[in-house]
């Protein structure tokens, strides 16, 4: 459910004409520095059957929320390792986790966190683990 209410936010800038260009280029910007970031992170290793990712229904689900960070921040905003299955892949995972941040203060995006869609566990950006199938 909160996944549609990204979608919709998504799609509202298109209401504002001007800033469309701005939107789309900055949430491309932000994917690409999402991937490259994952790809530098450990890979999660399963012999689980990878179903489609519940978010776009196209791609294989084939990224994994697992604590590798080394963040020990307590009070209640530190991350955590998440226990769904694998679920997402790694676009509509980088379009949730940008859709959570401050959409007024891009520059925080790298560094912030964001929370499992599902179970609501806390995860940086280091806590995002390729699927490799074994
Ligand atoms: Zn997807
Ligand atoms: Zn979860
Ligand atoms: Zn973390």
């Known amino acids: 459910m909160d ?8 799609s509202c ?9 701005f939107h ?10 999402f991937q490259e970031q994952v ?10 059957e990878l179903e489609l990712c519940i978010g776009c229904m196209q791609t294989p689900a084939n990224v994994k929320l697992q604590k590798y960070c080394d963040d020990l921040t307590v009070q209640g905003d530190s991350c955590t390792t998440c226990s769904c299955r694998p679920l997402w892949c790694l676009t509509c995972m ?3 986790f940008a859709s959570r941040q401050d959409q007024n203060h891009p520059e925080t995006w790298m ?3 964001a929370t499992c869609p ?5 995860f940086c950006m280091l806590d995002v683990s390729q699927v490799q199938p074994m």
């Open 3 to 10: 996944f549609r209410d990204f979608e919709d936010k998504v």
């Open 13 to 21: 800038p298109i209401t504002v004409l001007q800033n469309v260009t």
């Open 24 to 33: 789309r280029t900055l949430l491309d910007r932000f994917l690409v520095a």
């Open 39 to 48: 790809a530098k992170n450990a890979v999660y290793v399963t012999t689980e």
């Open 94 to 96: 980088g379009k949730w």
């Open 111 to 113: 560094s912030s966190k």
């Open 118 to 122: 599902l179970c609501r566990s806390r």
